[in-house]
């Protein structure tokens, strides 16, 4: 028996105002920037009718902060790794605060954040295949959580669908590097199981992911890693039906070589995906990169933060913004950055800093 898959239709709130059209009777049509619905009556224009009980889940952006994760201070060896957690708000711009400690110190932290109930996953070099569980709102260490990858994936990258509850980790760094994406239900937490590959298997380091209602959208390697050169790759996979990721663009950026996006940080809004601090090396880049989520393709340049960063502490993502934190060189170690994610263009701006200089660490939001 095949599987039945229904859509409703999906616009931004300003694109259903202007058309104004009239819905069939019984159809429903969702608004993708503010996930309110709306049920036809075929006989009432868009506007004049009263919005459902019901919402859909928004996929984008914690509701109060942005943490960086974990990472390397400037001037020790990324071995050591710290286990640091540092929070700053979204409602009002400041610096950040130390806020709590992971159980295990690491680097190339990942983390999924589960905003329905508050809690983040977060896995590095410090916890092999297992995952440290915290809260957003309780301020005590992170413990070990029941959520095992099937290999290690620090250095990967992450995703979480608030419509089916599930939380994503992909790639990593370990010997030899992982390609699989490996997803759990945050409900029964549990062992992760394998639904599919990435289109290499040398997505490590720093690397960064948007995502939408559907899909996730992945990026950044180590360049030379594996002998492979590194990649510009976009790798989608999707929520709804398990599987290998597929290409769908490549990064594209002003300097360094043609291959290996590195350093990556990744934030997203309702209708675009951004990647920031894109690097073919160890170098600092203050481009902010954009791609429609509707049309996928190569990113364009959508503008520029205001302080350069590589290979940063961590990005973040609230409902109106997305965030940078950290980085690495003489300049924007200690920074935090914000930019609107309401469209294809973004400036950033200095809002605050971390209350310890970081890189090589992870970011999330809650």
């Not at 639904?195 to 380091?205: K, P, S």
């Not at 360094?256 to 995906?273: F, M, N």
Request: with cysteine; glycine share 16%; charged share 15%.
């Amino acid at each position: 028996m095949s599987n039945i898959r229904t859509q409703i239709r999906r616009d931004p709130a300003a694109t259903w105002t202007a058309a104004d059209i009239t819905l069939a009777a019984g159809e429903m049509a969702c608004e993708s920037d503010t996930g309110k619905i709306k049920v036809g009556d075929g006989t009432n224009k868009w506007t004049k009718l009263d919005y459902a009980a019901t919402t859909i889940p928004l996929p984008w952006g914690g509701a109060s902060y942005g943490f960086s994760v974990g990472g390397q201070t400037p001037g020790t060896p990324w071995t050591s790794g710290s286990n640091i957690i540092q929070r700053y708000s979204f409602a009002s711009d400041g610096d950040a605060t130390d806020y709590k400690d992971l159980a295990s110190a690491g680097v190339y932290t990942s983390s999924v954040s589960d905003t329905k109930n508050n809690n983040i996953y977060t896995t590095s070099s410090g916890t092999g295949t297992g995952t440290e569980k915290w809260s957003v709102s309780n301020a005590t260490t992170a413990v070990s959580s029941p959520v095992v990858n099937l290999s290690s994936k620090y250095g990967g990258t992450s995703a979480f669908s608030t419509v089916n509850g599930t939380g994503y980790f992909a790639g990593g760094f370990t010997v030899p590097n992982s390609a699989s994406i490996d997803k759990f239900a945050t409900a029964s937490e549990g062992t992760c199981t394998d639904v599919g590959d990435l289109l290499h298997n040398y997505m490590a380091r720093v690397s960064g992911s948007a995502y939408s209602l559907e899909a996730a959208y992945a990026t950044g390697s180590y360049p030379g890693l594996s002998g492979a050169g590194g990649s510009k790759q976009i790798h989608k996979w999707t929520f709804a039906t398990d599987g290998n990721a597929t290409d769908v663009g490549d990064v594209s950026y002003n300097n360094g070589t043609a291959d290996g996006a590195y350093g990556i940080q990744s934030s997203y809004g309702p209708t675009h995906g951004y990647f920031t601090g894109v690097s073919a090396g160890i170098t600092s880049n203050k481009e902010i990169h954009s791609f429609s989520f509707a049309s996928e393709g190569d990113t364009t340049d959508g503008g520029d933060l205001d302080t350069h960063v590589a290979m940063g502490g961590g990005a973040a993502t609230s409902t109106t913004h997305g965030y940078t934190a950290g980085g690495y060189g003489s300049v924007g170690t200690t920074r935090i950055q914000k930019f609107s994610t309401t469209g294809a263009t973004a400036t950033g701006t200095n809002v605050g800093d971390l209350a310890l200089g970081m890189f090589h660490g992870g970011g999330t939001h809650g």
